[in-house]
């Protein structure tokens, strides 16, 4: 169980495991956990934990030093001690999440109460565990933390191509695209833009062709997909 010290456990920490460095030439889809806690006991355990089931890991002893390391763009996801000297693992969280880090987040604690676990949850963590905690159960919130970065890596790389593609648009292609949007008929579009019909279908297929769009369910599909502050940009 991860949280117990040597002697608890019955017997010493393995020498042959030793923190390690990451490996900045390894496949950037290839998942990396970060720990962060003040025990280098724990994080040498927690690194040990999932280097066994092939999950690479990187500890850092505490918020500032992980904040200022150079790291990879990999999916993975965040373990976080609460209770550390200076900025805690709550603290990290909030950082992250006003700077636009969505990484999920695994708190794990000796120090946990039900306050702490609201705030953590509410702010979008994965889980709240409680030191110590058996194997199995960290690796479950391990493999739940990396598959839901994964999926949020995925949508947002979609929605970056959706935003290339709509920035090649005209403006006049937006404005038809809008209206599409809206639910309107071709005729509507074109009255309420005070153009012809056939320039509204003209300008239509070639927002379909642009976006990639598959039919006009799909068009408006990828339209709500993109950014809120895209969609109500109406510079030309």
Known sequence: MVGMTATAAGSSA????????????ADPDRPL???VDDDPDIRLALQELLFSVGIEACGFGSTPELLQA?????????ILDVRMPGASGLDLQQHLSSN?????????TGHGDIAMTVQAMKAGAVDFLTKPVRDQTLLDAVATGIE???????EA???KQHVDRYNKLTPREREVLRE??????NKQIAFELKIS?????LHRGSVMRKMQAASANNLIRIWEMLPADVREDKSP
């Not at 393995?14 to 030439?25: C, E, G, L, Y």
């Not at 599409?180 to 008929?185: F, P, R, Y």
């Open 14 to 25: 393995p020498q042959s495991i030793r923190p390690f460095a990451m490996d900045k030439a």
């Open 33 to 35: 956990v970060l720990i």
């Open 70 to 78: 150079d790291l990879p763009d990999r999916p993975g996801c965040l």
């Open 100 to 108: 636009g880090n969505t990484k999920p987040i695994i708190f794990l």
């Open 148 to 154: 839901k970065d994964v999926a949020q890596r995925g």
């Open 157 to 159: 790389r979609l929605i």
């Open 180 to 185: 599409v949007a809206k639910g309107l008929l």
């Open 197 to 201: 019909e056939v320039t509204v279908k």
